[in-house]
């Protein structure tokens, strides 16, 4: 891809998370990400067929570059409660980061196969991730334990999208809450073949 083809590329993704992220991807027109990436909408077609596929892109990169972030932090990482709050404040200030583009994640295409089949995919990578770390100290319900983490950071950040007083200090305290009081319990349960 030539330099000039992959700016405009990146000028399109870009225009696209903005507008998917503040309007959604019902309220969002093609026309718009023409504009904002300072295209002819013309050919924002040579790049994308529809709108579907634009927002399937733009959802991509974003989880893509999620993921290899979260990956090169933990690598530099040694004991599991690092790694853990590691885990805790990517996933944390990663939604106090695009907090203004909630609707990126609240108002996506409905039945599209493929955008649900790499959320799917990126969930499964996610939690691999999470058990990878897990492992490293028990080898019973990893996975079960890497969803429920992933879970409870998923609630909290709720907070994030939706306090509008919430803030850096607010967002500290829950990163190392949460990873605190998972260790905690990650350490002392029972495999659930147990229980």
Do not use: W
């Not at 504009?35 to 733009?58: C, H, P, Q, R």
């Amino acid at each position: 891809m030539g330099s000039i083809h992959r700016d405009k590329h990146e000028a399109i993704l870009d225009a696209g998370y903005m507008l998917f992220g503040t309007h959604g991807f019902y309220e969002t027109k093609m026309s718009d990400i023409a504009e904002l990436a300072d295209i002819a909408k013309g050919t924002l077609y040579l790049y994308f067929n529809s709108k579907e596929d634009l927002f399937l892109a733009v959802t991509r990169r974003d989880c893509d570059e999620f993921l290899e972030r979260l990956q090169a932090e933990l690598h530099r990482l040694e004991t599991v409660q690092e790694q853990l709050e590691c885990v805790s404040a990517h996933h944390l200030e990663y939604y106090y980061r695009c907090k203004q583009h909630t609707k990126l994640f609240f108002m996506a295409p409905n039945n599209h196969a493929e955008l649900n089949e790499y959320l799917k995919q990126f969930m499964e990578m996610y939690t691999r991730m999470v058990a990878d770390v897990l492992e490293t100290v028990s080898s019973e319900d990893t996975m079960l334990f890497a969803q429920t983490y992933i879970g409870m950071l998923d609630r909290l950040k709720m907070d994030i999208l939706y306090d509008t007083n919430f803030n850096e200090d607010d967002l500290r305290k829950r990163i190392r809450f949460a990873s605190s009081l998972f260790i905690h319990g990650f350490m002392s349960a029972k495999p659930a073949n147990e229980v």
